[in-house]
């Protein structure tokens, strides 16, 4: 695990546009942290290291899920106002998104269990003060987290 602190938004996303930059396959971001502590900032940056413009990027918390195309397709999914978590499943469709050969990014990702992920990260966020936030990163499977 490796813990990295960031002391502006622009950190966060360019955190997560270096973790995606060298993706070549199927990789899972699952993240957690409260609200405003950067999760959509590093989706955001994530999106841009797949060639996706992430002015595009937006919270799904009233959607529930977004895709785009890059050069990986990016499935970005917030389960904040799901109750339940096996709705993700039984009406996302999280399951079939998450055997495509894309990028899944998942928001509140402590709201599920027993999730078994091949490849990617948990990505944990916790809010220091208003600019600076600690991430933990756990590298899941041949994920790699960039050097700091």
Known sequence: MQTITTRSAEETFDLGRQMAESIQSKTVFLLEGDLGSGKTT????????LGIDPRDVISPTFTLMADYEGRLRLYHVD???????????DHLGLG???????????EWAEKLQD???????????????ETTREISIESIGDARVPRQ
């Open 42 to 49: 590093l989706a955001k940056g994530v999106a841009a290291g």
């Open 79 to 89: 389960l904040y106002r799901l109750d339940n978590p096996q709705d993700a499943f």
């Open 115 to 129: 999730l078994t992920i091949e490849v990617g990260y948990w990505v944990r966020f916790k809010w220091i003060d």
């Open 96 to 106: 079939d998104v998450l055997s495509e050969e894309a990028v899944t990014i998942i």
